[in-house]
């Protein structure tokens, strides 16, 4: 297959291209860098930008006639209290969460339309369904990413095009260094600095990147997917069923439990 992911300078991305690129599948890997790697061809694209995004399609389609699978993994996170966040912050983590895979997914449609056949893997968040705290813009940019899947899933499936979110838990990656950080004002900072420690602490102890890739793997052999499919450690996972049985002070109870707020 023709595979196209985003966000391979490093992390799941990169994981991901190598361990498709070793089974044998041509793939391209578009990433705001240059990345060495024997197994995929790095395209250099900022999703950001439309037309690097049409540039990188294009240079793609020099070499390959169609396109089978496209992964929108590229993303920020980004921590700090509502109060204190930018509208500058704000609209650059929407500009890459959201409007970047929604260009890429424009960008790459018309080629599968045209054979009747593709898949794309929007990379979201266990977190998109529920709003953490210290998280808000993050977990609002990832569940705005769910609704246009949802949407486009109607959209696309007459020419057999299939799309779904596939929503992570904490992933074993250097996301912690590349997270937008806000001020944070006084009256939060205590707070946040154990929440913070926490959330570090998750990322450490998280699942392999190369389990997600064997996941995205079976995933991709599926012949008909659902919209979601969530994907890491039981306690993170739990999250998302409690969230749509349990009262919500109930839920929100449990959450500044897990998140050491009680």
């Known amino acids: 297959m023709t595979i196209i992911i985003t966000g391979t300078s490093s992390g799941i991305g990169f994981v991901l291209a190598e361990y498709f690129g070793k089974k044998g599948h041509q793939v391209y890997g578009l990433s ?4 060495e790697s024997q197994y995929f061809k790095s395209i250099p694209t900022d999703v950001t930008d439309n037309q690097a995004v049409q540039n990188a399609i294009a240079e793609v ?7 089978d699978v496209l992964i929108n993994n590229a993303g920020m996170g980004m921590v700090g209290a509502v109060e204190d966040s930018t509208k500058e912050d704000i609209l650059k983590l929407f500009n890459l969460n959201l409007v ?4 890429m ?3 790459v449609l018309p080629k599968m339309r045209e054979h009747k056949f593709g898949k794309i893997i929007n990379v979201s968040s266990i977190g998109s369904e529920m709003g953490l705290p210290f998280r808000g813009f993050y977990s609002a ?3 705005a990413l ?3 899947t949802e949407a486009m899933r109607y959209e696309v499936y007459p020419w057999n095009v299939d799309v779904c979110s596939l929503h992570l838990g904490d992933i074993k990656t250097n996301i912690a260094e590349n997270r937008v950080r806000t001020k944070v004002s006084e009256p939060y900072k205590n707070v946040f600095d154990k ?6 602490s998750h990322v450490g102890d998280g699942t392999e990147p190369l389990e997600v890739a064997a996941y995205v793997e079976n995933l991709l052999n599926k012949n008909k997917w659902k919209a979601h499919y969530y994907f890491g450690k039981f306690g993170q996972k739990i999250g998302v069923p409690l969230k749509w049985i349990l009262p919500q002070g109930t839920y929100e109870n ?3 439990k897990y998140n050491k707020l009680d």
């Open 32 to 35: 705001r860098k240059h990345t």
């Open 61 to 67: 389609l020099k070499t390959e006639s169609r396109i």
């Open 100 to 103: 970047g895979s929604v260009q």
């Open 105 to 107: 997914m424009s960008a």
């Open 141 to 143: 940019s990832k569940s």
């Open 146 to 148: 769910d609704k246009v």
């Open 195 to 200: 929440v913070y420690a926490l959330m570090n």
């Open 254 to 256: 449990l959450m500044k």
